[in-house]
């Protein structure tokens, strides 16, 4: 069996689908999990699924890295506090709605991130406006620890010392505050096929196109454009802004 037929597989009978990641890194972490089970070809790694249905979701986490952490790339969101959210935010009246989507988020915390920025700049005039950030990833373990909000002290090492006491409780076992969680809405979506969200002002999109081959980023780019609102402003990754065509460093776009 070939790598097209284990992803045919996948896609038509375990609803993963595969197909728009890069060919050689996918083998490459399949070969490993296969390694780990002592299986030496595709076909036997088939019957293996079938008679174990948890495996996908093993295969998933090898497939899927979720490295992430508190403002991962300090400097881009040094940008987009100071540069970016104040002319999004501030021209927004009373009752006015700010939608934002983070599509990969992981396990949250680029997402709490973006949050407390937007916390920030409102202060204690936060709940006055409608603020809808959407956040999504198609691995359902890693959503489950970003809705929970729950994270080791360690991890909190880029969150500024006032806004760890301010947006979590509980220093031992931080949780973030729910003031900061009303503001996010989680789901699951797979940017390669499912159809995106709408209407939103603020896109980040980091460290994910990575993933995939190139016609499929150019086809996911395309509905990062879609989804945003004239005006609005799309967050990229550093690779993610190679694959857009645009230099190496140039994470953000205006969308027309
Ligand atoms: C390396 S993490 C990046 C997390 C975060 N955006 C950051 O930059 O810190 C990549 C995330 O993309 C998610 N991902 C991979 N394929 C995806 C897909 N088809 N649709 C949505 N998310 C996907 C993975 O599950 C993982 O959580």
Redesign the pocket.
């Known amino acids: 069996m070939k790598l097209d037929e284990l992803l045919h597989f996948l896609a038509e009978e375990r609803n993963f689908d595969l197909r728009g990641y890069k060919p050689t890194t996918l083998e490459r972490r399949i070969r490993k999990r296969m390694g780990q089970l002592s299986l030496g070809d595709f076909g036997s790694y088939v019957e293996h699924i079938r008679a174990n249905p948890g495996e996908t979701n093993q295969l998933l986490d090898t497939i ?6 508190f403002f ?1 790339d300090p400097e881009a969101w040094e940008i987009v506090a100071n540069d970016i959210l104040p002319p999004l935010l501030k021209r927004l009246r009373t009752g006015h709605s700010f939608r934002a989507w ?5 396990t949250g ?2 997402v709490y991130s973006l949050a407390m920025l937007v916390a920030e700049f409102f202060g204690s005039r936060l709940s006055d406006f409608d603020i809808k950030i959407y956040a ?4 359902e373990h ?1 959503l489950n620890i970003a809705r929970r909000g729950e994270y080791a002290p360690e991890r909190l090492r880029r969150v500024r010392p006032e806004w760890r006491g301010k947006y979590f409780s509980n220093a031992s076992q931080p949780r973030v505050n729910r003031e900061l969680r009303r503001l996010l809405i989680f789901g699951r ?5 499912d159809a995106p969200i709408s209407h939103v002002q603020l896109m ?5 196109l990575i ?1 995939f081959d190139s016609i499929t980023q150019m086809r996911i780019l395309g509905r990062l454009h879609y989804a945003l609102d004239p005006g609005g402003i799309l967050f990229l ?1 550093k690779a993610e802004s190679k694959a857009r065509g645009a230099g190496t460093g140039d994470i953000f776009a205006r969308c027309q």
């Open positions: 899927l890295i979720n490295v992430t952490e991962r983070v599509a990969g988020c992981s915390e680029e999504t990833d198609v691995d890693a979506s797979d940017l390669a096929q980040v999109c980091r460290n994910v993933y990754g």
